[in-house]
């Protein structure tokens, strides 16, 4: 039976110039062109490895996969698995399959597949009846596994994308076992060329059927896709029951040699039971005259003669002469299985750092760009700076300069010291509110709100009374018809005035309602306009005026009084520190600003890298990010004298502003024992208030405007509403009055006049009576 050769992946031409160059432009900063030759070499690895490999001949075919695979790995230290490049590959059993991912690893994965099946036809063709030959056939076989193994367990799990189905784990496992297995066979070959003991063949035979078993057990597993792996699991059915027979047919010449005549006959009734139950599986399907070559057909056909033979011949001679017992073969003792096969990875894959820059693998490609991970450790540590120096020093330092400006404001240092250091003048404040209330019209705009608002409210009264009273007109009307028809009102099929008119009674009521609590308000709005005059009309009458109403500026003893001036200069220190903190402080944070931006450690992580590749002496270390954590900790550690620094300005800010506070009260209580100053500062006082007191009322006016005007249109429509129900529900009224009064006083006369008058003829016409005849008319 000829041994299984696993079948090539295919893919199509792919260039990694073209998407690499704009990685390398992008991502690196640096000129593509400095690479095209590399990127060329690379381009030519992968034809050469994935193309024009069909003809195989012998070792040196691998040569160029090899170098093309070290070279994925080393791309995997200078670019991300992402590098927008999409590779297409089929399905080593089903070609006509294909996944197309852009991702470096499926690449790495398939290229890796590849060697594992060129190792397979390699362990294939160097079979032959020499040692020589099985030897290197068993090792083919091996490395081929390992290179199975390679895949399964460093490069799949790697691949996050979708992957053809022969490269599951699954089915990578069953190549793996295959290769181990056929490996195996290669070694049964081999010491039957060699003529070893019979004990050592069964020994080796039996580990052959064993491997096979687990290709068995594997390929049966319900996970593999029916039909991927067609005919491998009758030809390992077939395997393990021969390799099985061998084993026993061998154990029994060893037991021959051992005078062990009974368990002779045991393995050879064993291996004549494995033999029949081959005889009949093949007989089930043609398949196996078209598999099985002659040469294997003549060697299983003499192995059974030979069984039968000696199965014979011992069970004649034990009968006649030995009378040994026979055990049975659940009693045998096991045949230990003799396996020397195992997966072994090519050590040019496994560590291809001991092979670059020499023979076998050449010169690495973009040596002289910087590995990738020093891009992401740069951009680590600039997060990580941000982090421990941003964060946690200078947005430290804003914020005590924040609370430190609200504590100025919250005590109105600066401006209280200038009023009263520098009294004379209107404060720019209050010239600017009174440039601000004279401009909206100051107080006549107050008044011309006011009487919009009133005639409008007016208005709004009026049209409610208008509608109130087409309701109540219109309801006695009703009133007025329901009495003429007296008990016959059953026959006025008219609805009731109250049925018809409770919801614009509603209306009227809320409208009433809201206007009273508006009207309330209004006159508290009109109380603070009366309130708040005086001080209105001052600030429309211009800084002079304003300058001639405060208290006079030469009534100030404050500034003469030296326990007064003290506090005063001892407020104006603090004050002064404060402001030296603070520009002290805001040079101090420019200097950390900049020692930051010139902080750059790509050239110390290149230093680290360059250590880590000296130390491992390979440049296919999988470096990771933790390599740079001490790095990183030695370099942040220079920003400490800044926590420190920070620590010290709180302790000092804290300090500095208790003073200030201080300072502060004693300046109150010194203001306070002024009269001057208490009755200036009143005055600015009931100014200010006055300002925010015309810019309060004035927008209340506006808004109540708004809201009588709003009111107006929803009252209007409400007046129409009543007025047009009314005019129509009295026209209806006067259609449904019965006859009045006076008419039925002259319906009585004229009966009165009937009754005095002579008795009119028969067959006259009674005007009292339809008109008729008394006899029918001839025709």
């Known amino acids: 039976?000829?041994?299984?050769?696993?079948?090539?992946?295919?893919?199509?031409?792919?260039?990694?110039?073209?998407?690499?160059?704009?990685?390398?432009?992008?991502?690196?900063?640096?000129?593509?062109?400095?690479?095209?030759?590399?990127?060329?070499?690379?381009?030519?690895?992968?034809?050469?490895?994935?193309?024009?490999?069909?003809?195989?001949?012998?070792?040196?075919?691998?040569?160029?996969?090899?170098?093309?695979?070290?070279?994925?790995?080393?791309?995997?230290?200078?670019?991300?698995?992402?590098?927008?490049?999409?590779?297409?590959?089929?399905?080593?059993?089903?070609?006509?399959?294909?996944?197309?991912?852009?991702?470096?690893?499926?690449?790495?994965?398939?290229?890796?597949?590849?060697?594992?099946?060129?190792?397979?036809?390699l362990g294939a063709q160097d079979v032959t009846s020499e040692n020589q030959g099985f030897k290197k056939a068993f090792n083919q076989f091996q490395m081929s596994a390992g290179v199975f193994n390679l895949l399964k367990e460093k490069v799949i799990p790697e691949c996050r994308n979708e992957l053809t189905q022969e490269m599951s784990t699954l089915i990578v496992s069953v190549l793996e076992n295959l290769m181990i297995a056929q490996a195996q066979e290669c070694t049964f070959r081999k010491v039957i060329n060699d003529k070893m003991k019979d004990v050592n063949v069964a020994k080796v035979a039996k580990g052959v059927s064993e491997l096979y078993q687990v290709c068995l057990d594997s390929v049966r597993n319900n996970s593999i896709k029916q039909g991927l792996l067609v005919g491998w699991e009758d030809e390992f059915i077939f395997k393990v029951g021969y390799f099985e027979a061998v084993s026993h047919y061998r154990m029994a010449c060893d037991r021959l040699s051992s005078g062990k005549y009974g368990e002779e006959i045991a393995c050879l009734q064993v291996a004549s039971s494995c033999l029949q139950k081959?005889?009949?599986?093949?007989?089930?399907?043609?398949?196996?005259?078209?598999?099985?070559?002659?040469?294997?057909?003549?060697?299983?056909?003499?192995?059974?003669?030979?069984?039968?033979?000696?199965?014979?011949?011992?069970?004649?001679?034990?009968?006649?002469?030995?009378?040994?017992?026979?055990?049975?073969?659940?009693?045998?003792?096991?045949?230990?299985?003799?396996?020397?096969?195992?997966?072994?990875?090519?050590?040019?894959?496994?560590?291809?750092?001991?092979?670059?820059?020499?023979?076998?693998?050449g010169a690495p490609l973009f040596r002289a760009l910087v590995p990738l991970v020093v891009h992401q450790a740069a951009s680590l540590y600039e997060d990580r700076k941000e982090q421990y120096v941003k964060n946690g020093i200078i947005q430290p330092l804003d914020a005590l300069a924040l609370e430190?400006?609200?504590?100025?404001?919250?005590?109105?240092?600066?401006?209280?010291?200038?009023?009263?250091?520098?009294?004379?003048?209107?404060?720019?404040?209050?010239?600017?509110?009174?440039?601000?209330?004279?401009?909206?019209?100051?107080?006549?705009?107050?008044?011309?709100?006011?009487?919009?608002?009133?005639?409008?409210?007016?208005?709004?009264?009026?049209?409610?009374k208008e509608a109130e009273s087409s309701l109540d007109n219109e309801l006695k009307s009703d009133q007025n018809l329901r009495l003429a028809y007296g008990r016959n009102q059953m026959n006025l099929n008219r609805p009731q005035s109250a049925e018809l008119t409770v919801s614009n009674r509603s209306l009227i009521l809320q409208y009433q309602s809201a206007l009273k609590k508006a009207s309330d308000n209004d006159v508290?709005?009109?109380?603070?306009?009366?309130?708040?005059?005086?001080?209105?009309?001052?600030?429309?009458?211009?800084?002079?005026?304003?300058?001639?109403?405060?208290?006079s500026s030469n009534s100030s003893g404050m500034m003469n009084d030296p326990h007064s001036r003290a506090v005063i200069d001892r407020l104006r220190q603090y004050l002064s520190e404060v402001e030296e903190m603070k520009k002290s402080r805001a040079e101090k944070i420019q200097d950390l600003s900049q020692r930051m931006a010139s902080d750059d450690i790509s050239s110390e992580l290149v230093q680290e890298v360059d250590q880590i590749y000296f130390k491992a002496k390979s440049p296919f270390v999988k470096i990771e990010l933790d390599h740079f954590e001490?790095?990183?900790?030695?370099?942040?550690?220079?920003?400490?004298?800044?926590?420190?620094?920070?620590?010290?300005?709180?302790?000092?800010?804290?300090?500095?502003?208790?003073?200030?506070?201080?300072?502060?009260?004693?300046?109150?209580?010194?203001?306070?024992?002024?009269?001057?100053?208490?009755?200036?500062?009143?005055?600015?006082?009931?100014?200010?208030?006055?300002?925010?007191?015309?810019?309060?009322?004035?927008?209340?006016?506006?808004?109540?405007?708004?809201?009588?005007?709003?009111?107006?249109?929803?009252?209007?429509?409400?007046?129409?509403?009543?007025?047009?129900?009314?005019?129509?529900?009295?026209?209806?009224?006067?259609?449904?009055?019965?006859?009045?009064?006076?008419?039925?006083?002259?319906?009585?006369?004229?009966?009165?006049?009937?009754?005095?008058?002579?008795?009119?003829?028969?067959?006259?016409?009674?005007?009292?009576?339809?008109?008729?005849?008394?006899?029918?008319?001839?025709?």
């Open 630 to 779: 001490s790095l990183f900790e030695d370099r942040l550690s220079v920003y400490n004298e800044w926590k420190q620094y920070l620590s010290s300005e709180q302790e000092k800010q804290t300090e500095l502003l208790d003073n200030l506070r201080e300072a502060n009260l004693a300046f109150i209580s010194a203001r306070r024992s002024n009269p001057f100053v208490s009755k200036r500062e009143s005055a600015l006082a009931n100014l200010q208030t006055a300002i925010e007191r015309f810019n309060d009322i004035s927008k209340t006016l506006r808004e109540g405007l708004v809201f009588y005007s709003n009111m107006m249109e929803g009252v209007l429509e409400l007046r129409n509403n009543c007025v047009d129900f009314g005019l129509a529900r009295n026209m209806q009224a006067q259609d449904l009055m019965p006859i009045s009064n006076s008419t039925n006083e002259s319906s009585q006369q004229n009966q009165q006049r009937s009754s005095t008058s002579p008795s009119i003829v028969a067959g006259t016409w009674d005007p009292s009576k339809p008109l008729q005849y008394n006899t029918p008319r001839r025709r």
């Open 524 to 551: 508290s709005v009109y109380r603070r306009i009366t309130d708040w005059e005086p001080f209105i009309r001052l600030l429309e009458s211009g800084p002079e005026k304003i300058m001639l109403a405060l208290p």
């Open 404 to 464: 430190c400006e609200k504590v100025i404001l919250s005590l109105n240092v600066v401006e209280t010291l200038d009023a009263v250091e520098k009294p004379v003048g209107v404060p720019p404040h209050i010239l600017f509110g009174s440039e601000q209330v004279k401009s909206e019209g100051g107080f006549f705009s107050l008044q011309q709100l006011k009487m919009q608002m009133d005639s409008i409210r007016q208005k709004i009264i009026d049209l409610l």
């Open 1 to 121: 039976m000829d041994l299984i050769q696993i079948p090539l992946k295919r893919t199509n031409v792919v260039s990694f110039t073209s998407s690499l160059s704009v990685y390398i432009q992008q991502s690196y900063a640096e000129p593509p062109e400095s690479y095209i030759d590399d990127l060329r070499v690379l381009d030519g690895l992968r034809e050469s490895s994935t193309i024009s490999f069909d003809k195989l001949n012998d070792y040196s075919t691998l040569i160029n996969p090899f170098r093309y695979y070290a070279q994925l790995c080393l791309l995997f230290t200078k670019f991300p698995p992402n590098s927008n490049i999409e590779f297409t590959w089929g399905n080593a059993f089903e070609t006509e399959t294909k996944v197309t991912q852009s991702d470096l690893w499926f690449e790495r994965a398939s290229i890796l597949f590849n060697i594992g099946a060129l190792y397979s036809r």
């Open 278 to 361: 081959l005889y009949e599986f093949t007989k089930k399907t043609s398949w196996w005259n078209k598999k099985l070559n002659p040469v294997f057909i003549e060697g299983y056909e003499k192995l059974n003669k030979t069984v039968e033979d000696n199965l014979a011949r011992s069970v004649r001679d034990n009968d006649l002469i030995y009378l040994d017992l026979v055990p049975d073969a659940a009693d045998l003792p096991p045949i230990p299985a003799f396996k020397m096969a195992k997966a072994t990875i090519p050590g040019i894959l496994e560590n291809p750092g001991l092979f670059i820059d020499k023979e076998e693998l």
